[in-house]
């Protein structure tokens, strides 16, 4: 089995989940013609590398990603940092030939982005975008559903919402380790572009491209003390926005997301409404899906719980795992993701969402952004 040495640059939340499917994928994809190989971690802080080296098997470790991409022995970089550094470093391994897996989103904005696609289609190099939602099993099913026109023949509504209630209390900081997702200059925006970003991608691979929003957004507490320098500073980010939609195919989307639901810890639910039938999901109910199907007859018409664990190809990726009846979590949709990455790479195609393709998604974050701004409908730029 051939070998592709990876250098991980940065090992918080992310990281660790990344690692996780690198570790994994082999064995439970042993078809795989090539491996993961934990070859580098690379952290600014020397102790936290050695720490998370040691824990996940990595051969060594870097302090400053730009050594760790010069290195010949690296092929692979996955970049797992906050998105203020996704474009320099996305773009010099570009550069240096090396494979770059990025976690979501692309970068802070559009135009970042449009250079980090610019970079990679110049050099030729294989690229992917960690949206993993993708690949838990149950909405890898909605996709086939989809794509058979179990629904019928028009799509009516699409709608997302994702809730958390993390940042209520006005003494949590911006900046820093744990808190850099509310400084807008490390994460270019709110929940537009943490969570809705997750939800927007979902939609688009589900239902097809978005053609306009009209948003609203929300910044409750105006003012956060910053983790790093101490100073009270004005809060750049979204904690809450919601917008409508048009998508292509004539269906209209409503999307919610807050930090500021009390009692939600990371509810995302989506469902999807069609001429014959219905489907929905909840990440908390990660391993089943919802229909309904009009066609079904009258005394038995009814919503149905789709338990998303059997094998022999009903279920997408469950195969690979336990007997059926016993689920797996959401640390596996890394896993699947690495594996459809590696597939595509030893036949030479591009794995889904490449940059180019999160690049939609970004256009679309931004839309939102302009449009709550300007308070009216507009259009996502193609």
Same mark, same amino acid.
């Given at each position: ?13 992310? !990281? ?9 994928? #082999? ?39 730009? =050594? ?21 470093? /996305? ?19 559009? #135009? ?5 696609? /610019? /970079? ?21 099913? #909605? ?9 019928? =023949? ?58 306009? *929003? ?17 100073? *009270? ?54 391993? =089943? ?8 007859? !009258? ?76 308070? !009216?409908?507009?259009?996502?730029? =193609?």
């Amino acid at each position: 089995m051939a070998k592709l040495n990876l250098g991980l640059i940065g090992c918080g939340f992310m !990281g660790r989940a990344h690692t996780n499917a690198h570790k994994r994928v #082999a064995d439970f994809f042993p078809d795989l013609e090539c491996r993961p190989v934990l070859q580098a971690v690379c952290d600014v802080k020397e102790e936290a590398a050695r720490r998370f080296a040691a824990q996940w098997g990595y051969a060594s470790i870097e302090t400053d990603w730009r =050594r760790l991409l010069d290195r010949s022995d690296i092929d692979a970089v996955d970049i797992c940092v906050p998105n203020l550094y996704h474009k320099e470093i /996305a773009i010099a391994a570009a550069e240096r030939g090396k494979i770059v897996l990025c976690e979501k989103p692309l970068a802070r904005n559009s #135009a970042e982005g449009e250079e980090m696609v /610019a /970079a990679v289609e110049k050099a030729g190099v294989p690229n992917m975008v960690w949206y993993n939602y993708r690949r838990i099993p149950a909405v890898s099913l #909605a996709k086939a559903l989809i794509d058979e026109g179990k629904l019928g =023949r028009q799509i009516y509504h699409y709608r997302a919402n994702f809730l958390q209630d993390w940042t209520i209390s006005p003494d949590v900081p911006q900046g820093g380790d744990g808190t850099w997702r509310l400084d807008v200059q490390a994460a270019g925006s709110g929940v537009t572009g943490d969570l809705l970003a997750h939800c927007i991608d979902t939609a688009i691979w589900l239902n097809g491209s978005v053609n306009d *929003v009209c948003a609203m957004t929300e910044t409750f507490v105006k003012e956060r003390k910053h983790a790093v320098s101490g100073a *009270v500073q004005p809060v750049g980010i979204d904690d809450a926005c919601a917008f409508f939609c048009h998508f292509a195919n004539g269906s209209l989307g409503l999307f919610e997301s807050t930090r500021y639901a009390r009692g939600h810890k990371a509810l995302y639910t989506l469902e999807i409404n069609g001429t014959d039938a219905s489907i929905r999901w909840d990440l908390h109910d990660l391993h =089943r899906l919802e229909y309904f199907d009009h066609r079904d007859e !009258g005394r038995l018409r009814g919503w149905r719980s789709i338990h998303v664990t059997d094998h022999g190809g009903a279920h997408p990726y469950m195969d690979r795992w336990w007997v059926p009846g016993l689920q797996i979590g959401y640390e596996h949709s890394f896993v699947h993701q690495m594996a459809d990455f590696l597939k595509c790479y030893q036949s030479g195609q591009a794995c889904s969402p490449n940059f180019r393709e999160a690049l939609e998604t970004q256009r679309i974050c931004d839309a939102v952004l302009e449009s709550a701004r300007k308070r !009216g409908w507009q259009d996502v730029p =193609r």
